[in-house]
């Protein structure tokens, strides 16, 4: 499979909240990284396959289901790695607070296993209920 073929992957199984099927698309050892803020649960680097079901597992459990949007504006490709443009919009369980702002995805493949991923949004905004976040842009 190709690096678009796994990235297409990966977005069905998350729309789909499947986290076995999303974790079979890893390797065994993963360089997977969220930069952000410690009062996120779902920050920081993991390194193995089953990391993916606890990470999706975390973030699953922290918004309300039914309560989270994804919309896809952008996949470059360019040999074995994808990058990923989106707007994530979420509703927090806890605070019932809203969070929405684009964010981008890059994936590295390495033959038919993902080997990478690396997500940069704005963990600032998600951690502080006090940030004014800002609103998506209308659709194009």
Do not use: C
Not at 39 to 68: C, H, M, N
Not at 93 to 113: E, I, P, Y
């Amino acid at each position: 499979m190709t690096a678009a073929d796994l990235t297409s992957l990966f977005l069905e199984r998350v729309v789909g909240r499947d986290a076995d099927a999303l974790a079979e698309l890893f390797v065994e050892h993963i360089d997977w990284y969220v930069p952000g803020h410690d009062a996120i649960p779902w920050t920081g680097s993991r390194t193995k396959r089953g990391d993916v079901l606890a990470y999706v597992r975390t973030i699953w459990s922290e918004v309300e289901p039914g309560g989270s949007s994804v919309r896809v504006d952008k996949v470059l490709v360019d040999g074995d790695d994808a990058v990923v443009f989106v707007n994530l919009a979420h509703t927090f369980r806890r605070t019932q607070r809203r969070f929405s702002g684009a964010a981008a995805v890059h994936f590295a493949a390495s033959g038919d296993k993902l080997v990478k991923m690396h997500l940069y949004e704005d963990t600032e905004a998600v951690a502080t209920p006090s940030s004014t976040v800002p609103r998506l842009p209308p659709e194009h």
